[in-house]
């Protein structure tokens, strides 16, 4: 197991797929709650095959695999639908979280996961790093990015915590309305941070502009 685990998280439409693509390349572990998300229900899985006694067959798209857009409309437009599903998948997804930061191997791992502080796995973690963007922002990146309704951008973006908390909690920032240039070059700035905090790990919140 790494040195520390870092908290990577931010609101829906933020960019942390650039961020931790990033630290990525800089030879850091990255364990994606994302990715794990859709390993848990992938064609014959369980976790699908749940989903599908539930909602029918409806919810898989013509390649086999679960049309998740169609999902995202259905959970967040009834809220027991999303206390089953998050009752279903959660536990998956954390099991498969803590093995893949056992295995890591880098000086630290950056765990990146969308609902870091809403399901409360930043216990997981010893530093959040919170990706940041106005929400007019969010707004335009993710209806740009997968053509989704403006409603339903809106109720993710309420079923999230709000962006003053998120940022309250956060011990790094990095501010990602910029150029991609620009938001790298915090990357790598909390790079070699993180890197010093393996030898000598200590608490000072520091927030990375443009």
Not at 15 to 24: L, M, Q, R, V
Not at 39 to 49: D, F, M, R, T
Not at 99 to 125: F, G, M, W
Request: aromatic share 4%; glycine share 6%.
């Amino acid at each position: 197991m790494s040195g520390i685990i870092i908290g990577l998280t931010g609101g829906i439409g933020c960019g942390k797929s650039t961020i931790s693509d990033e630290f990525a390349r800089l030879g850091i572990t990255i364990v994606d709650a994302d990715i794990i998300a859709r390993e848990v229900v992938a064609p014959n899985s369980p976790g699908l095959s749940a989903i599908i006694t539930r909602f029918g067959h409806d919810i898989i798209a013509a390649d086999g695999s679960l049309d998740r857009a169609k999902l995202r409309k259905i959970i967040f437009a009834e809220p027991t639908q999303t206390q089953w599903l998050n009752a279903l998948l959660h536990p998956l997804i954390r099991t498969e979280i803590e093995r893949q930061l056992k295995a890591s191997q880098s000086h630290y791992t950056i765990l990146s996961v969308p609902l870091l502080l809403e399901n409360n796995l930043d216990e997981l973690c010893d530093r959040i790093l919170v990706v940041d963007v106005n929400e007019a922002t969010q707004l335009e990146r993710v209806s740009s990015r997968d053509n989704s309704d403006i409603a339903t951008i809106n109720a993710i973006i309420a079923a999230q915590i709000d962006r003053p908390s998120r940022l309250d909690k956060a011990d790094d920032i990095i501010d990602n309305s910029g150029s991609i240039p620009q938001s790298l070059i915090q990357v790598r700035k909390l790079h070699h941070f993180y890197t010093k905090l393996t030898k000598n790990v200590g608490k000072s919140k520091i927030t990375l502009e443009n």
